[in-house]
């Protein structure tokens, strides 16, 4: 049979994830597959532990990556946590809430739905309104870093709600590990979940997450097994727990473990606290750029996240047309709305290892000359310049 | 935070998987990393569902390598196709089956077990008369290569069966494709799910699975929707499915696409009959050299696999100083028993990349070294002599 070899081009990944991968990530991945039982490997495998447990900021001992994407570590976390006849107040305020609602009623809870418009945050307010009309509750869910929209909820004050009305608490984090403030142990996050293709940048396929021991006391006092075999924490945990003997679960995926592993090294080499002060300094040069284009921001101001931009399409240019373009011309991809906000806006992410001083100019030059070019009324230059002055000011303009 | 990058060692890989890595592989890995819906990757999307149908010898449309490992893959044919309160009758000969049963069961099916010893193929006979006393059954499932004792059950007729009786087939090829012939049209095969690890040699973390049209019959004329979000194809199939527009589900993992993509058109370049025979004809080449080690082989002649080899331990040697022994001073990894065989038995692969002369003689080599120094009373050089016997003497000598 005539087949031929793969070769994808160089793009510069600049929408909601996957985000870039540093050489160092791509060149881990290619290192010799071992046995997934392999002593060098479980040595590994402890290792990933302790970093992921700095990157979530947790001393939870259950904090592993789930051997597949995001989607799957959401889905661990429901399909753990919820049985038959529970009820769960799902926070919806873009796709993601959605999707935690669809977890929830396939498992055969009842999901009581606390809505938010999309671009706004989680409304603590009507959480708390929802947990005292239904003291039968289990768990709180919500998105921390709604990537559809990019509103940064407030964790903190909705798992000090869910502690306070004996709920637990799950979390989607996707978008925020390692690219804005997120603390598991200091808020009380009971089960918490992320992907390694954002603010990690390491290719997609795996789910890092975290359960505290109040979560982990659910789980093993369940009234029915858990549905999922493959996703199923009592079993995970036979292969992922501490100690030498590591009874095999499913055939772990060795090198995409290579890759998430180099990522987290790098991460703990810039520390946390800097990466995040990064994502915000590179955002705050996005913004200048995307704002002297004409372009609004979705999300109110003190509610963005730094690595996930949604801004407003101008009007009279085609979605379609600017991001093919960007693609075509210049290898750049940038994301198309979801859901309600399809065609309406555009997400610009600079997430981990792409969000950098040469990737805002290079994003707001191309954008700006394909706006230029497509009649939306803008000079030339006048993103790259607003872009320019915004770091020749900033107090932390020595960051790369 | 200190931490330090992983830097595998260089191990041959003979367990039960994953196999030996082709560098050609591990360098598709390292690849830059593009979008899951960049109109390139979708490109490679469809080329690689050309390259499964191949591999699995059918022209179903669903053919995709679901994004997890095997375990994922045996979940998507369960949670899809079983709903609560169906029968299936699940053949039980090793581990493998074993877990079959634990998915049916977990998913509100009833789960009728037709068992046969461990190193025994599935008896037919056996599984007709369940057939017979169960007429409301929906589902025959078994496995074709048992991965923990290396049995090949006649996959041909056990499907011949099902499909005369009027029932679905589920059948695990984790071991199988790529190593030792696997016709899912020509057998008439509904749902099988393979691994990527073992006989196709790219790294394990993605499930090629195949569905015929009936199956997808079953699957969306379902009464309850899949309890599985994550797994579900009615919504898989929206983004792996034909024509240009894809809808978003979860993030594919790119760079682990990549590397199967590689050892798909590494297959292909081969050509599918010329891999089985390769497998067969170092598997009788390794035999040669067990048995003038004094080894049994666990399954009988005309049963076994040729790319999973379990041979009993010969009396008196301790399992584990052997596999330690092989792994520390040789870098070579052998797969210990599972289950009912722990300790009994020890599981040689020869799979995919892995299988060639080379690796045939080293396994041997350090084998019969390590052995004749624990005092197993064999003579030095005997397996690799024997082996060497029968590659001068075969008339496939030509194969490397």
Chains 1, 2 share one sequence.
Not at 184 to 201: F, H, M, N, P, R
Not at 308 to 330: C, E, H, K
Not at 380 to 390: I, K, N, R, S, T
């Amino acid at each position: 049979m005539k087949a031929q070899s793969f070769i994808p081009p160089q793009r510069t990944l600049m929408g909601p994830g996957p985000s870039d991968v540093s050489p160092r990530v791509l060149a881990a991945l290619a290192r010799p597959t071992i046995g997934h039982l392999d002593p060098e490997f479980v040595r590994m495998m402890d290792d990933m532990k302790g970093l992921l447990q700095y990157a979530f900021q947790t001393q939870n001992e259950l904090t592993i990556p789930v051997s597949a994407p995001g989607s799957a570590g959401m889905e661990t976390c429901f399909t753990n946590l919820v049985e038959p006849g529970d009820t769960v107040i799902v926070c919806i305020n873009g796709v993601f809430g959605g999707r935690m609602k669809e977890n929830v009623e396939r498992l055969g809870g009842i999901a009581v739905v606390v809505e938010d418009e999309w671009g706004k945050v989680v409304d603590p307010d009507k959480v708390e309104a929802a947990l005292r009309a239904h003291p039968e509750a289990k768990i709180l869910a919500f998105v921390h870093a709604e990537t559809s929209t990019g509103a940064r909820s407030d964790a903190e004050t909705l798992v000090r709600l869910a502690r306070e009305y004996d709920c637990l608490s799950i979390v989607d984090a996707v978008t925020s590990l390692g690219g804005t403030p997120l603390k598991v142990d200091e808020w009380g996050i009971d089960a918490v979940y992320s992907g390694t293709q954002k603010c990690l940048s390491a290719p997609p396929g795996l789910s890092p997450v975290s359960f505290s021991e109040r979560a982990i006391a659910a789980i093993k006092g369940r009234r029915a097994p858990v549905t999922s075999w493959f996703l199923d924490l009592n079993l995970v945990m036979g292969y992922w727990g501490s100690g030498a003997k590591r009874a095999y679960h499913h055939t772990a995926p060795v090198n995409n473990l290579y890759g998430l592993h180099e990522s987290l090294v790098i991460l703990a080499e810039e520390g946390l606290e800097n990466s995040w002060e990064r994502h915000r300094h590179h955002h705050l040069a996005l913004r200048a750029g995307l704002e002297a284009l004409g372009m609004e921001f979705v999300v109110a101001e003190d509610d963005r996240l730094p690595q996930l931009n949604a801004v407003s399409i101008p009007a009279g240019i085609d979605d379609q047309q600017v991001r093919t373009r960007l693609l075509q011309d210049f290898n750049l991809e940038i994301g198309a709305g979801l859901g309600a906000l399809a065609g309406k806006v555009w997400r610009i992410g600079l997430m981990g290892h792409a969000c950098k001083r040469d990737n805002v100019e290079f994003c707001l030059d191309t954008l700006n000359r394909v706006l230029a070019d497509l009649g939306a009324g803008v000079e030339e230059g006048v993103a790259v310049a607003a872009a320019q002055d915004f770091y020749a000011s900033a107090p932390q303009a020595a960051l790369a």
